[in-house]
């Protein structure tokens, strides 16, 4: 089993960055795909970005791409995602999220298949 815990949410301003962090106990975090999705009032939670289990291969959202770096530190059992350039529709909760599965389907659909959820950091972009 994972638990993760996010944190490096906050107020900024347009155009401004921001890293989030998120820190899994247990000993198998290196085995485990991890993503990045995030919510909004009133709007579905969004895929942002994932990450295989050796930091390979990555994948983003349209919406981010070119705007937010994931990365992970297996021997820190931590994973990361830089935001920068943010815009007030990036104010959401921002969630990360494990998954124990990996293939071709979920090459094409990285944003399914997460068994293990952090509670999610803020992130408020005021203009």
């Known amino acids: 089993q994972v638990q993760l815990v996010e944190s490096g949410g906050g107020l900024v301003q347009v155009g401004g960055s921001l890293r989030l962090s998120c820190a899994a106990s247990?000993?198998?975090?290196?085995?485990?795909?991890m993503g990045w999705f995030r919510q909004a009032p009133g709007k579905e939670r969004e895929f942002l970005a994932s990450?295989?289990?050796?930091?390979?291969?990555?994948t983003y959202a349209d919406s981010v791409k070119g705007r937010f770096t994931i990365s992970r530190d297996n021997a820190k059992n931590t994973v990361h995602l830089q935001m920068n350039s943010l815009k007030p529709d990036d104010t959401a909760v921002y969630s990360c999220?494990?998954?124990?599965?990996?293939?071709?389907?979920?090459?094409?659909?990285?944003?399914?298949?997460?068994?293990?959820w952090g509670q999610g950091t803020q992130v408020t972009v005021s203009s």
């Open positions: 247990g000993r198998t975090f290196s085995t485990y795909a």
């Open positions: 990450m295989n289990w050796s930091g390979s291969r990555t």
């Open positions: 999220a494990a998954r124990a599965y990996s293939g071709s389907y979920y090459d094409t659909n990285p944003g399914e298949g997460y068994t293990y």
